[in-house]
C-alpha cells in the first residue's frame, strides 16, 4: 500500500543515504511501478505570457520583476491546438498550457474549455496551469475532460513565505483540494536551486508525500535564474545561483521512493545540466521531461538534443495513455 505517512527524518535519512545505495532503492522502487527505459515526452506551451500580479520570486511573467517581458493577451484557440498538433508530430504525448493569472477570470473560462476538449481529441493528455482555482472553475475543466491540473507548492512550507507574499501555502492546498474534488489529477512539484537548505527540501517532499493522496504528477524543476527577478538577482553569481546536480538528483530519487506511483517530471533547468546527470535523474526515477525549445519563457534543451541524448541512452518515448485509451475504444 503506498504510504502518506513519511515523517520528515525518514525522508531527511533518505537524503542521507550514500548516493549509490540511494539511487539503488529509487531505481528499484521505480521498476515496481514503471518501465525503465520510459520516458514520456511533454510539451509546455504559454497561452497567455506576463502581466500576473503574484511576486513569485522566481518568475519573470509577474508584474514585480524587471525583466522587459512584454506581457500578451490569451491565445487564439486555433492557434493553441495548432502548438498541439505541432507538438504531437514532434513526439509528445501530453501537452501543457500555462497562463501567467493570479487566477482565471470567468470570461476566459470559454475558451479556455476548448482548448482542453481539442488537445484532447487529438488523443494527447492535457495539462493546464491558470494560478488559483475556484470549484465551479475546477468542475469546468473536469467536464471538458482536463487530465492534469499543475500547482506547485514550489518549497518547503516553512520557506514559502520567502519566495512568495502574494498568496500563502494554504491558498495552494486550496486550489488542489478543488482540483481532487473535482475529479481531475494533480500535477504538484517545486523548484530547488533557490538558495533554499536541505532541510527545506526535505520539506517540500514531504508536504507532497504526506497529502491524502499523491500527485499523480510531481514536476522538480532547478532554477533558471533570470535577471530582473528576486531570486535571479539575489542569487547572480554567488555559489548559491547553480543547485549542485548530485543534490539534485538526491531530490529526484527521493521523491520517487516516497511516492512510487507517480510521474516524476524533470522540468525546468536541464538546458542547463549534462547529460550525465539527466541519465542518473533517469536512474533515479524520473520518467517525463518537457522537450522542445522553450519551457514558457525559458529555454529548453530542444527536441534534437533530446532525440540525440534518448538514442545514446538506449531510452525510448512513453505512448501517451489518452491515445492508448481512445485506440481500446475503437
Not at 531527511?12 to 515526452?41: G, K
Not at 500578451?72 to 493569472?101: E, H, I, P, Y
Amino acid at each position: 500500500m503506498t504510504r502518506t505517512d513519511w515523517t520528515r527524518d525518514e525522508i531527511a535519512a533518505l537524503f542521507d543515504l550514500p548516493f549509490t545505495e540511494l539511487l539503488f532503492q529509487a531505481a528499484t522502487v521505480h521498476r515496481a511501478h514503471f518501465a525503465a527505459d520510459e520516458v514520456q515526452m511533454s510539451t509546455l506551451l504559454s497561452i497567455k505570457t506576463g502581466g500576473c500580479p503574484e511576486d513569485c520570486g522566481y518568475c519573470n511573467q509577474s508584474t514585480h520583476a524587471e525583466t522587459g517581458l512584454k506581457a500578451t493577451k490569451l491565445m487564439d484557440v486555433r492557434a493553441v491546438l495548432q502548438a498541439a498538433a505541432q507538438a504531437k508530430d514532434n513526439g509528445s504525448s501530453r501537452f501543457c498550457m500555462g497562463a501567467a493569472w493570479r487566477n482565471p477570470k470567468d470570461r476566459d473560462m470559454p475558451a479556455i474549455v476548448e482548448m482542453v476538449k481539442g488537445v484532447r481529441q487529438m488523443g494527447m493528455e492535457t495539462c493546464m496551469t491558470l494560478g488559483m482555482l475556484t470549484e465551479t472553475q475546477a468542475d469546468m475543466l473536469a467536464e471538458a475532460g482536463l487530465d492534469y491540473y499543475n500547482h506547485n507548492i514550489d518549497t518547503s512550507p516553512e520557506r514559502y513565505g520567502e519566495v512568495i507574499t502574494t498568496r500563502t501555502f494554504a491558498d495552494r492546498l486550496e486550489t488542489l483540494d478543488h482540483v481532487r474534488e473535482a475529479g481531475i489529477n494533480v500535477c504538484c512539484g517545486g523548484i530547488v536551486g533557490m538558495g533554499e537548505t536541505r532541510g527545506d527540501r526535505v520539506g517540500f517532499i514531504h508536504a507532497l508525500a504526506t497529502l491524502p493522496k499523491h500527485p499523480e504528477s510531481v514536476p522538480v524543476n532547478a532554477l533558471v535564474p533570470v535577471k530582473g527577478t528576486v531570486l535571479g538577482d539575489m542569487l547572480h553569481d554567488t555559489p548559491l545561483a547553480k543547485i549542485d546536480e548530485i543534490e539534485f538528483v538526491r531530490t529526484v530519487a527521493v521523491a520517487r521512493i516516497t511516492m512510487p506511483e507517480s510521474m516524476v517530471r524533470l522540468s525546468a533547468g536541464r538546458e542547463s545540466m549534462s547529460d550525465e546527470t539527466q541519465a542518473l535523474c533517469f536512474m533515479a526515477g524520473a520518467n517525463s521531461i518537457f522537450t522542445g525549445d522553450k519551457l514558457l519563457t525559458t529555454g529548453n534543451a530542444g527536441d534534437d538534443k533530446d532525440a540525440a541524448l534518448f538514442a545514446r541512452l538506449g531510452m525510448r518515448a512513453m505512448a501517451g495513455e489518452v491515445k492508448a485509451e481512445l485506440e481500446a475504444a475503437e
